[in-house]
Nanobody
Framework: QVQLVESGGGLVQAGDSLRVSCAAS????????MGWFRQAPGEEREFVAG????????YYASSVKGRFTTSRDNAKNTVYLQMNNLKPEDTAVYYC????????????????WGQGTQVTVSS
């Protein structure tokens, strides 16, 4: 059974940094892409970043490019989202998700989802 478990969220101030993690288990993820999404209250879930397990290639939404970095540790089956220079508009529940194949920005392309971790940025 595939499980994705996020951790590392919290309350920070604008300009601070935070790293969230996504621990994956239940199958071999070498041919997967992992996506990071977020959902703010009253808003639709949106793509933030993605990474390919095998090649480590990445892709970012324009709203976070240059501030967020995603990486993976294959030995630990864990993906990270390093968030720097956080802004109040980054406040949301952050989710990781997995899919077979390449990175996609579309929610419906992802097969498995974590439970989410809350990130709150105060001004």
């Amino acid at each position: 059974q595939v499980q994705l478990v996020e951790s590392g969220g919290g309350l920070v101030q604008a300009g601070d940094s935070l790293r969230v993690s996504c621990a994956a288990s239940g199958r071999t993820f070498s041919s997967d892409a992992m996506g990071w999404f977020r959902q703010a209250p009253g808003e639709e879930r949106e793509f933030v970043a993605g990474i390919s397990w095998s090649y480590g290639s990445t892709y970012y939404a324009s709203s976070v490019k240059g501030r967020f970095t995603t990486s993976r540790d294959n030995a630990k089956n864990t993906v990270y989202l390093q968030m720097n220079n956080l802004k109040p508009e980054d406040t949301a529940v952050y989710y990781c998700a997995s899919r077979k194949g390449s990175i996609s920005v579309n929610i419906e392309d992802y097969e498995y989802w974590g439970q989410g971790t809350q990130v709150t940025v105060s001004s």
